[in-house]
Every structure is written in C-alpha cells, then in structure tokens.
C-alpha cells in the first residue's frame, strides 16, 4: 500500500497594522495599513469602535477611496480610507478621534480587512486607543510680599489627561494647597488646572510644584516647576484675576 502525501494549502491572511498617536489640539489619530497577497483583491474594510461597526469602505462601491465624518454626543470620527495599489493590495485607512468633552475610558478600535473571493482572506487588528496623555511641565506664578516676614502667593497649572493632581513640596515636606481647580478645553482637548498656595517664607527651603497623572494604576509624572524668587514674578492684582478667571471656568 503506498502512502500518497498531499501537501498543504496553507492560507495567510492579509497583513493588518494599527499605529496610534496624540496630535495635540486635534484628538487620537490612528492608521490601520494593510497588505494582501499579490494575486488577492480588496473586498472591503470594516472599522469598529468598542465593537460597533461606524464604517465600511468597499472599492467597488466608493471607489479608490472614501472620507466620511461620524459624529455622537462625546466625539467626532473624521475617516479617510485610500487605496495605494490598483487592485487594493495595499491600502490604508486614517482616523482622527476628536472628543467633544472629557473621555471616561479608553477607546477599542477595530480594522478588520477582507480579500476578494475564491478565497475570502481575512485580516483583522484590535487596538485600544489610550486615554492619556502626560501632564505638561508645570509652571509657577508667583507674587512675594515683604514686611517684618516675606509671604509668597504661587500659582501652579498644568496640563493633561486624565486630569493631573499638583503636589506642592516645601523643603522635604507635603503641604496642602490653599484651593486648586480643573476646566475642560475643548481647543486642546485636555484638563488645564491650577493649584494656589500661599506661604510665609522664613528660610531658603525650596518649594516645588509636581504635576502627575494616574492611569491604569500607572503614575506619570510631569517635569516639577520650582519656585525661583528672581524670576516669575506678577503683581498681585495679576495673580488674583488669574485665579478668579479659572475659577470662574470650572
């Protein structure tokens, strides 16, 4: 009895690769790219968004490409979806996430890409969008009033997302902040806060302002500013408005 030996058809599926990055004052813009054999053809490009289907780009109906803009209570989608090759063997689609107010969790993002018929190959690549982005360095405004002792009245803000939590450090001690407070922007879709501390100076300690954010029980933190009594300094007529005015916004 001979053994005849059938080798077997092994079937790759089409090439899928998700990158995203923060554009700042824009929003989350994420590139799904893709790569099918060289005798396969485009079917169609299936996008997803914690597992809904928004969009569904088909070259035999759009053509050589389609944009189209999604939008819903807390976001806008802007898609451009292009075709590099004739048949559609390479292909990218572009998404720009622009939310319209504070994200409460991070988004998942679907690119699922299929081939042409006889053989119907399938790509498909999850990617989670992360709702972070690290706080910005922090900066100090400061007014210094001198009588029989010196009182410095600071201002720290920074921002970020989620909202960063300032920290003020005197020497090597904690100290709580007079009042601090966040507002939303939706120019640079980021928290912007501020935190107020008024102290009597009576040595050289050194006073710092640290910026940090906490996501997915990571701690990012920011660079620190430091209180510096030669520079940053405002009047404090300045440094009450500013205050009111972001007070005001939250």
């Known amino acids: 009895m001979h053994t005849v030996c059938i080798p077997a058809t092994i079937t790759r599926a089409i090439d899928v690769n998700v990158t995203g ?11 799904c790219s893709w790569e099918t054999l060289a005798n396969d053809t485009l079917q169609s490009v299936r996008l997803y968004n914690n597992g809904q289907q928004f969009m569904i780009y088909r070259p035999e109906k759009h053509g050589r490409g389609r944009t189209d803009v999604f939008h ?4 806008v989608m802007i898609v451009n979806c292009t075709i590099i090759t004739y048949r559609g063997q390479e292909g990218r689609c572009v998404l720009l996430l ?16 299929s081939g042409e018929r006889p053989m119907f190959r399938m790509g498909k690549k999850d990617y989670v969008i992360r709702v972070l982005v690290p706080p910005s360095d922090a900066t100090i405004l400061s007014k210094k ?14 921002t970020g997302l989620p909202a960063p939590n300032l920290s ?3 020497g090597n001690d904690k100290v709580q902040a007079d009042f601090s407070g966040r507002v939303w922007s939706p120019t ?6 501020w935190s107020y501390l008024s102290y009597t100076k009576n040595d050289d300690s050194k006073v710092l302002c640290s910026p940090e954010v906490t996501s997915e029980n990571e701690i ?7 209180y ?14 500013i205050i009111l005015v972001l007070s005001l916004l939250s």
């Open 21 to 31: 990055e923060w554009r700042p004052e824009r929003g989350w813009e994420v590139t």
């Open 72 to 75: 819903s209570s807390d976001k």
């Open 98 to 113: 622009e939310p319209y107010q504070p994200p409460v969790g991070n988004y998942n993002y679907t690119c699922e890409v």
């Open 145 to 158: 009033e001198e009588s029989s002792q010196i009182r410095v009245m600071m201002n720290c803000s920074s």
């Open 168 to 170: 003020w450090t005197v």
């Open 188 to 193: 640079s879709k980021l928290w912007h806060v």
């Open 220 to 226: 990012i933190r920011g660079k620190p500013a430091e």
């Open 228 to 241: 510096n009594s030669a520079s940053g300094l405002i009047g404090t007529a300045t440094l009450v408005a």
